[in-house]
């Protein structure tokens, strides 16, 4: 028997959540992020301190889609107080590594001795910084940061080489709630 779900979360104090048709934007002290949410028959509404999500009729895959709507949601109102911040480790054992951030790129030169340099680009409202052999990436959204996050690691990837000697790279070290190391 399909039953109607509703899931209430309170707005923290210094947040404001505004909903128009399906786009949710959450602003906070630290920023802003947006994001649209839209699936038949799930509704989201922001009024009176609270966010509610709702659903009537709801099958076991609406409220899957509402369970992740929740989690996105809690995500938003979290990014917006304190920014996720992931860190990665610059790792040079065979070539030394040049490793600088110039305008909305990531510049790596010299890996493993290649003339060319491998560029990564930035998601707006992404702060990338580099510090030794350190690199951290800010930013109140949690799937942007991840996704620079990801392209960083990627960007140094080696293919047809030995894993086991040449470890040359840049590796995360620290995510958002946990430690790696």
Do not use: W
Request: glycine share 10%.
């Amino acid at each position: 028997m399909k039953a109607e779900i509703k899931s209430e979360m309170v707005i923290p104090e210094g947040v404001t959540v505004n909903v128009a048709d399906t786009l949710v934007t959450v602003k906070g002290p630290k920023g802003e992020d947006s994001r649209e949410y839209s699936y038949p028959g799930v509704g989201i509404v922001a009024d009176g301190g609270k966010v509610t999500l709702s659903c009537s009729n709801a099958s076991k895959r609406e409220k899957r889609i509402l369970s992740t709507f929740l989690a996105h949601v809690k995500n938003m109102l979290r990014g917006v107080r304190t920014p996720f911040e992931y860190k990665l480790k610059i790792c040079s054992g065979h070539f030394p590594m040049n490793v600088s951030v110039s305008g909305n790129k990531l510049v790596v030169k010299n890996f493993l001795g290649e003339k060319h340099p491998r560029e990564c680009s930035f998601v707006e409202g992404v702060s990338v910084k580099v510090s030794g052999t350190e690199v951290k990436v800010t930013g109140v959204s949690r799937e942007k940061v991840g996704l620079v996050t990801g392209r960083i690691e990627q960007l140094c990837r080696i293919t047809n080489k030995d894993r086991r000697i040449f470890q040359d790279g840049i590796y995360i070290v620290k995510k958002p709630g946990r430690d790696l190391s």
